[in-house]
């Protein structure tokens, strides 16, 4: 059974900095992708970052590129974002997900974390 474990949110004023972790369980984490969503409310779900399986690529949603950076330790079966200059409108629920083989479809998801940006 894999499993996703989200922690790191929490409030912070805008401009600030958080630092987003997601733990992956019951797997082999290097066969993994590893994505960032996030849901503010009344919104759908929709796509933050996205690392491959080494490490090697990433890819952003507009919005966040140049303030968010995700990173890997495979090491520790642990994913990373970290987000700078953080504005109200990134205030939402923070998931990750585990795209088994880098296929594209997300299999696994942890349940979030809350990420509250304060003007």
């Known amino acids: 059974q894999v499993q996703l474990i989200e922690s790191g949110g929490g409030l912070v004023q805008a401009g600030g900095s958080l630092r987003l972790s997601c733990v992956v369980s019951g797997s082999t984490f290097s066969l993994y992708a590893i994505g960032w969503f996030r849901q503010a409310p009344g919104k759908e779900r929709g796509f933050v970052a996205r690392?491959?399986?080494?490490?090697?690529?990433?890819d952003y949603e507009d919005s966040v590129r140049g303030r968010f950076t995700i990173s890997r330790q495979n090491v520790k079966n642990t994913v990373h974002l970290q987000m700078n200059s953080l504005k109200p409108e990134d205030t939402a629920v923070y998931y990750c997900?585990?795209?088994?083989?880098?296929?594209?479809?997300?299999?696994?998801w942890g349940q979030g974390t809350q990420v509250t940006v304060s003007s």
């Open positions: 997900a585990a795209d088994k083989y880098g296929t594209g479809t997300y299999d696994y």
């Open positions: 690392i491959s399986r080494a490490g090697i690529a990433t």
